[in-house]
């Protein structure tokens, strides 16, 4: 069938969670056999989110072919188990640099060039450079921002175009607000009706309307809603929050958003979704009734979605492990040899979190030093796995002043340095190593009894390595270099083969874990993790019996 494509805009507030309602539609109609992608078009002029500062967007997320992206691509493939591309993510900085690169080669011939036709153009041929491949039989369009923001508008415009050009075989979902006033102890449409006349002022009149609300809506205002906003009344669908993003699909589905969708683009509506794998995930989660209790040691824990990635890598391992997770959040700045045991003492297992730069280092060391001596489960990615290898040179190999060059380019005991094909590099953005890269595994280690196998693909973001030259010290040392990439041998994971869990990875995992298919290392130190905590328990009545 032709490609159709679903455009999806919000309104009235940001955070509305237009990508878990994409998420969720693409996974329905993927459920129903059918072929989806997802892409965000974020109205910013960054080039991508790589050189932004996660108090201003939150994780970077990295797609397999080493693309910066906005961190709703991971929402995207949680929800559908999808790849997604540099295609997925484009800004309003990418689009601009298209045009004026195009410009500066002649390609225009000549003439002025516009915000329309120029980056319309730009956009739309964007917007349907996925469904030409052929390979999907739908397109999920995000657009970032609100409806009203100056920034949005180009990308507005296009949607408008298209929708004229695509006929049938375009859907704009509009995702708005109706906030709940208590003192009035009202629903309160009014913000609704102001976001829709706004978009059809803009020349687009939405297909479908999905209300976010605190309150579940009465059909009567719904039905008002509808008659302000030209739209079928069952095509006012209600996003009441839940408990977890994970059941909006079925929320969803129970309003029949994917049966609306494929009516108005034209597609036969046969049989009901294969939900099975998905209700077996949600039942798991809801019957969960141990709990399973991890610190996240970082320098943006006041920042939740800083690490997005990780705090659902983890919940989808507690919940494979019939735990509930209940992850406590470590300000890395903050810890000392004074308080490391009161704030670690509690903890099943401990994550050492990825980043950049020496704000809060020092702390991580801390919080390792602890964990490695008290044995406790604990598990270091990218920058933490860099952290545990100079926690152990400076305390276990004696090489007191060991560092990374990143954080003192003068240390005579650089353990970890910079990459060499990085040390030309003078440009920030999308310079560093990205993507997915091979990593074999040593066979009988940890990480390759995690895996099941001993050649794994994961992805990374980084310029600093394990310095190659320190390797025999470590390994003689306990603290083994077990994975390694095949072409280049950089070290990509060590571990203390002696210690209950002790690993870190230059990888990033996190990115490569969905609902459907958690990634392995996150099952196996969740579980690390439950059995240490099984350990405590036992130690503890033992105890208890002595007394």
């Known amino acids: 069938m032709e490609t159709k494509y679903i455009f999806v805009t919000g309104g009235v507030v940001s955070s509305l969670g237009k990508g878990i309602i994409s998420s969720s539609l693409a996974c329905l109609l993927k459920a129903r056999g059918l ?22 967007h939150g994780e ?12 709703d691509l ?38 002025t060039v516009q915000i329309i036709p120029h980056i319309t153009d730009e956009i739309k041929r964007n917007i349907k450079a996925l469904g030409k491949t052929g390979r999907f039989d739908y397109v999920i ?44 102890k009202e629903l309160k449409t009014k913000p609704t009706q102001h976001s829709v006349k706004q978009l059809q002022e803009l020349g687009i009149q939405p297909d479908i309307l999905v209300l976010r609300t605190e309150k579940e809506i009465p059909a009567d205002i719904r039905g008002k809603i ?63 009734d141990k709990t399973v209790t991890i610190g996240l040691v970082g320098k943006y824990v006041e920042l939740q979605d800083a690490y997005k990635s990780i705090n659902e890598s983890l919940f989808q391992a507690a919940t494979y492990s019939d735990h509930r997770l209940n992850l406590k959040y470590i300000h890395s700045e903050k810890l000392t040899d004074d308080n490391v045991a009161e704030k670690l003492g509690e903890m099943d297992g401990v994550i050492i979190a990825p980043g950049f ?8 060391f801390t919080a390792l030093k602890y964990c490695r001596e008290n044995d406790i489960p604990t598990f270091g990615i990218c920058l933490g796995m860099q952290c545990m290898v100079i926690e152990f040179a400076r305390n276990v ?40 890269y091979t990593c074999e595994l040593r066979l009988g280690s940890k990480i390759a009894q995690a895996y099941g196998k001993t050649e794994v693909s994961e992805r990374h973001r980084h310029r600093f390595e394990f310095n190659d030259k320190y390797r025999g010290e470590f390994e003689a040392a306990g603290m083994a270099c077990v994975g390694e990439n095949p072409d280049t041998r950089l070290v990509e994971v060590v571990e203390m083969p002696k210690k209950r869990w002790y690993i870190g990875t230059q990888y990033h995992p996190e990115y490569q874990s969905t609902v459907l298919n958690p990634n392995p290392i996150f099952i196996s130190f969740v579980k690390a993790a439950i059995a240490y905590h099984a350990e405590k328990k036992l130690e503890a009545a033992a105890e208890n019996q002595k007394l």
């Open 35 to 56: 072929r989806v992608t997802i892409q965000k078009f974020d109205p910013y002029i960054n080039i991508d989110p790589g050189t932004l500062n996660p108090y201003e």
């Open 60 to 71: 970077c997320y990295v797609t397999v072919d080493g693309h910066e992206a906005d961190l």
């Open 74 to 111: 991971g929402h995207y493939e949680r929800f559908t188990d999808i790849h997604t591309t540099r295609d997925n993510n484009v800004t309003t900085g990418r689009v601009y640099q298209s045009v004026i690169n195009k410009e500066r080669e002649g390609v225009y011939l000549g003439k």
């Open 141 to 184: 369009t995000e657009i970032g921002g609100t409806v009203g923001d100056i920034e949005s508008l180009p990308f507005l415009e296009s949607v408008r175009q298209l929708r004229w050009e695509l006929g049938k075989n375009a859907v704009c979902i509009h995702l708005t607000y109706v906030p709940y006033l208590r003192a009035a």
């Open 226 to 288: 509808a008659r302000f906003c030209n739209v079928d009344i069952d095509a006012v669908v209600q996003s009441v929050d839940l408990p977890s993003i994970y059941e909006v699909p079925l929320l969803m589905h129970r309003q029949h958003l994917d049966e609306l969708v494929l009516r108005k683009s034209d597609v036969p509506v046969e049989g009901e979704p294969d939900l099975a794998a998905w209700t077996h995930f949600l039942d798991r989660m809801k019957a969960a």
């Open 357 to 364: 730069g020496s704000r809060g280092i020092e702390g991580k």
């Open 397 to 436: 190999l004696g090489l007191e002043d060991a560092n990374s060059t990143e954080m003192n380019p003068n240390t005579p005991h650089n353990v970890i340095d910079l990459m060499e094909d990085q040390k030309s590099v003078t440009r920030k953005g999308g310079t560093m190593r990205l993507g997915a």
